[in-house]
């Protein structure tokens, strides 16, 4: 018998060698190259077959062609329409990334009960739970009667079939690792499989005008299990996170064909399943009856809205190697950011520890946060409260300059909604009329900003 040929797939770039390499020859990454028992189907005439994802057209000149608009089909939840860009799209495939247990198959299943109840024919593919275990989840969320049509499968070719069977308009794969094909020996979970299920799958979306959504693994690291190719290959990404232990959830985008990418949606997990918040931008302030020392308010701004996130820092005695932590933030911008306070604003804290925090398990990645974070850490340190009503944003240079922060009207018109009164701001984002209920202090250094702290007559 002739020995089945093998070659070795990367798990990074999905390249193709011959041998085994300790490094990728395609895109250097080490220790990445897996083993694959690839059958080809179909040798032959329909080699060049899997290439292309979007059926052919004869060639056209590009004004011609009619730029029809999307159709959108409401997912019934407004935080996930938002992310979306307005609704799932017929023939769109969207791949949802996020650590087990945040959430993804109870949204799902939430957004495709709501659209079989609205007429839709939706189907959710089920391989890593049972029948009865989705019933069980379906129950817990409250969907009683639920029309969704359910299969538990893992086997490409009986799912195809599956969707064959009726005209279904929305279908859910969760997950894409579990899925397997009877035409490549490799096992279910591996690159090829994992690569060759989603080129098929979203072949099939594109001819037939199916919606399909992909549930995704994450790795330890954050990025999505399998190769990268198949980010390339989808329309649309979306990742959950957050933090298990809160009960927010955030969805951003990280592509979209079909919309604005960097727009989260913001979920709280309830006995009932995930529940949109409309209005986030509260959400990560903690309340203290009175003001304490080391919180300082910051207005960050997540994909279209503005968020108000309290920074906390705390300032205390270390030992002869002080330690410099920070949760949610940045911990290298911190050791930076302290050395900008000591030499230009004459603020040491060089034999003290510094712990920062971004309350609420969020992450902040802009460097607007700089100001809030300088903020805090004084207010710790000298032990008084911020004046009451503070906001602040910015972002801090080596050379001590405060630097303007996107859409800062913005940011200043949502903390006055939420009842702020004073924001200190880069001069380059001070508004030129005046926003009402909010006083403003716009400053270009940091030792402008300290000091106009010290002679507040409320801290
Ligand atoms: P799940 O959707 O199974 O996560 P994933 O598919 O991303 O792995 O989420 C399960 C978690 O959510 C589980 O820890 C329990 C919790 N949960 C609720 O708090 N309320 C609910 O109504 C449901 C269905 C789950
Ligand atoms: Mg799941």
Known sequence: MAKEKTHYVCSECAGISPKWLGKCPHCEAWNTLVETWESPAGAGKNRYQASALAPSTPLSVLSDIKASEL?????????????????????GVVLIGGDPGIGKSTLLLQALDHLARNGTNALYVTGEESGPQVALRAKRLGLLGSP????????????????????????????????????LSSAPGSVSQVRECAAHLTRLAKAR?????????????????????????VDTVLYFEGDTHSSFR???????????INEIGVFAMTEKGLKGVSNPSAIFLSQHPEPVAGSCVLVTLEGSRPLLVEIQALVDSGGPNPRRLSVGLERDRLAMLLAVLHRHAGVSCMDQDVF???????????????LAVLLAIHSSLRGKPLPQGLIAFGEVGL??????????????????????THALIPKANAPKGKIEGIEIMAVDRVEEAMSWVRNHPGS
Not at 250 to 260: E, S, T
Not at 408 to 420: D, S, T, W
């Open 209 to 233: 005008g199916i919606t399909i959504i992909l549930v995704g693994h994450v790795t330890k690291e954050g990025a999505l299990a399998g190769p990268r190719v198949l980010e390339h290959m």
């Open 399 to 420: 050379a001590g300059e405060v630097r303007p922060a996107p859409r800062g009207q913005e940011r200043l018109r949502e903390a006055a909604k939420l009842g702020f």
């Open 250 to 260: 955030l969805v951003r985008a990280i592509k979209n064909r079909f919309g604005a």
């Open 148 to 183: 969704v049509q359910v299969m538990a499968e893992t086997q490409l070719e009986r799912m195809v079939a599956g969707l064959d069977s009726s005209p279904h308009r929305v279908a859910v794969i969760d997950s894409i690792q579990t899925v397997y094909s009877e035409m």
């Open 71 to 91: 159709e959108r089909i409401p997912t019934g939840q407004d935080e996930l329409d938002r992310v979306l860009g307005g609704g799932w799209v017929p023939g």
């Open 356 to 370: 920062v925090n971004a309350v609420g398990g969020v992450r902040i990645s802009e460097p607007a946060a700089d």
